[in-house]
C-alpha cells in the first residue's frame, strides 16, 4: 500500500492487525462457514448525523489490509462537513473480508468524526 499519509505505515498496519484480532481473532465462524470465500460484495457508508467527517483514510487502510483487491470510491474527504443522508464512501471487496472489516471501521470513524465534530 503507498504511504500518503504523514507517519510510517507499519504503525497504522500494527494498529489495524491488533484492531481486527481483538474484534474477530481468527475470523467470524457464521460468516466463514455461510459466504463462499470467493464471493464478493458492496457496501456504501451512509451519513446518519450532520458534523465533520474523519477516519476516511483509515477506512480505506482498513479495507486493502483485508483484501487488497478491494475498491473504495471516496465522495467526501476528511475533514468535511456532512449531512444526513450523504454517503461518503462505497466499497467493494470480498464479502467476507467486508464483514471483518466493517465493525472496526465504524468504530473508529464515528469515534474520530465525533471528536473531528466537537473540536
Known amino acids: 500500500m503507498p504511504n500518503s499519509l504523514p507517519f510510517d505505515i507499519k504503525i ?3 494498529f489495524i492487525d491488533d484492531a481486527l484480532y481483538e474484534d474477530v481473532q481468527e475470523g467470524d465462524h457464521t460468516s466463514l462457514a ?3 470465500t470467493d464471493a464478493r460484495s458492496r457496501a456504501k457508508l451512509l451519513v446518519k448525523d450532520p458534523g465533520v467527517i474523519a ?7 482498513v479495507f486493502k489490509r483485508v483484501d487488497e483487491t478491494a475498491t473504495i470510491d ?3 474527504e476528511d475533514g468535511s462537513s456532512v449531512s444526513y443522508g450523504d454517503i461518503a464512501f462505497n466499497v467493494e471487496c470480498n464479502a467476507q473480508a467486508l464483514l471483518k472489516a466493517e465493525r472496526l471501521v465504524l468504530n473508529a470513524m464515528q469515534r474520530m468524526s465525533g471528536i473531528a465534530t466537537m473540536s
Open 74 to 76: 471516496v465522495f467526501i
Open 55 to 61: 477516519g476516511i483514510e483509515l477506512a480505506k487502510a
Open 12 to 14: 497504522l498496519e500494527e
Open 34 to 36: 455461510c459466504i463462499p
